[in-house]
């Protein structure tokens, strides 16, 4: 019974009229002193560039908010034909929640004037930011001059996937928690052979996503200045070197990289199953399950290198803002308070979801409720995150051109620092023609 009907009733005892009191004390001691207010049935909009289908969003959030707040109705707006962040906007379509991984959020939510600072929502809904990774709190406030436009709710990270059947068919260890780079790469040396006219390879990587995240923290642009790092930063070429040029100058690389153009990539270790090892994001254990099924593979942390031992990748967050569009701020300030309780955040835990909540009963229930239980997954928070630098609207774009580049030093097409002048040159570009928006 509302509280609507009991006031409205006309035949109140004193027994109802003591009870509803007595609730009523409670709800206020719970709420700051403020007596709780019903949830009144509003529908709660999420929308995403991503593309993910609605059975996804189902899985990972949508039906246990719906369980939470079964007074609300949450709908899921899929970017598809029609759907486009552009179309929407001018078909006039309101949605309450934006989502995507870093990078990507504030590249469309800024360039579309869509963000808000929260923090006074959180501040009013108590959400207390201080049980997540402080990483992932930084790296928005960074991009955002000190603001809180977004909250994470899952992150990703990178590991390395091994191929276990061809560690086996070659007689190598392997790979263990904690190695180096030069430790892998030895490795990976022992796994590039061509066995039966068929080439393996020791190792690769997806250069878009190992340069988002990479260990040093190198920004892909400098904010003050509104240039581009990839030849200023020193740190840039070590990192080329260790990565996109060291593993891959085996003559078996070489020949095939001549050859098809084309480097090994996840069809490559997954599909084709000729590459040893892939360092990539955590997440394919729930993106892909069926094709890692059709695979006997294991992980261990990314390797590090030697100067900064034990910092392994960047955290990869999803934030989730509340747009300038929202009908709903107030109510959709309550889903997010609930995405990052211990209780949602141990559901996505336990589906292989890596979660944003400092909670070790939560970050060692990862994968338990995945087909993948028994697997590694100590392997995902190995190492300390790297820290997350300030990111500018157009980053996403940035680290594509930097990505171009990589593919064409990995492929011996180009040395690094040709690289780097080109990159820097084409990145300029980008940037001045961001500016003429």
């Not at 206020?28 to 059975?55: C, H, L, M, R, W």
């Not at 996804?56 to 109705?73: E, H, L, Q, V």
């Not at 923090?119 to 108590?126: A, Q, R, S």
């Not at 040093?216 to 840039?236: A, C, G, H, M, R």
Request: hydrophobic share 35%; aromatic share 12%; with cysteine.
């Amino acid at each position: 019974m509302s509280y609507k009907t009991i006031a409205s009733s006309v035949t109140l005892t004193a027994m109802l009229a003591s009870l509803l009191a007595g609730c009523g004390a409670k709800e206020a001691a719970d709420n700051g002193g403020q007596p709780a207010k019903p949830s009144e049935p509003v529908e709660i909009v999420f929308y995403s560039t991503n593309g993910d289908p609605a059975e996804s969003f189902d899985y990972r959030f949508g039906n246990a908010i719906r369980k939470k707040f079964p007074n609300y109705t949450i709908k899921y707006i899929q970017n598809t034909k029609g759907n486009s962040m552009a179309e929407l906007l001018t078909a006039g379509t309101k949605f309450d929640i934006y989502f995507i991984s870093t990078g990507n959020y504030e590249s469309v939510m800024f360039e579309n004037g869509l963000e808000i600072d929260m923090d006074e929502l959180v501040k009013k809904h108590k959400v207390d930011l201080s049980k997540l990774e402080p990483t992932v709190i930084d790296g928005i406030r960074q991009s955002s001059g000190g603001k809180l436009t977004g909250i994470p709710v899952h992150t990703n990270n990178m590991v390395l996937y091994y191929n276990k059947t061809l560690f086996d068919k070659f007689g190598v260890a392997y790979p263990k928690d904690g190695m180096t780079w030069d430790q892998v790469l030895e490795i990976s040396k022992k796994l590039t052979r061509n066995e039966g006219g068929s080439q393996y390879y020791g190792f690769t990587t997806s250069p878009n996503h190992i340069l988002r995240m990479n260990q040093y923290s190198i920004p892909n642009v400098d904010l003050k200045t509104q240039t581009p790092t990839i030849n200023t930063n020193e740190k840039w070429k070590s990192f080329f070197q260790t990565v996109f040029l060291d593993p891959y100058t085996d003559a078996g690389y070489k020949e095939q990289l001549d050859k098809t153009n084309k480097v090994p990539d996840i069809n490559s270790f997954l599909k084709d199953q000729n590459v040893a090892m892939y360092a990539y994001l955590s997440s394919l254990v729930y993106v892909l399950p069926d094709d890692l099924q059709k695979l006997n593979w294991d992980m261990v942390s990314l390797p590090v290198f030697k100067d900064q031992p034990g910092v392994g990748s960047q955290s990869y967050p999803f934030y989730f803002g509340i747009t300038k569009l929202s009908k709903h701020p107030e109510e959709s300030m309550e889903v997010l308070k609930y995405m990052v309780s211990e209780e949602f955040q141990m559901d996505l835990s336990k589906k292989g979801i890596m979660p944003v909540i400092k909670n070790d009963a939560v970050q060692n229930a990862l994968g338990q409720d995945s087909p993948f239980k028994t697997k590694n997954f100590k392997a995902v928070f190995f190492n300390k995150f790297a820290p997350i630098p300030a990111k500018a609207p157009y980053d996403a774009n940035i680290v594509a051109n930097y990505a171009k580049y990589a593919d064409q030093v990995i492929k011996q097409k180009i040395d690094i620092n040709s690289a780097f002048r080109k990159s820097d040159e084409e990145s300029v570009k980008i940037i001045a023609d961001y500016k003429k928006k």
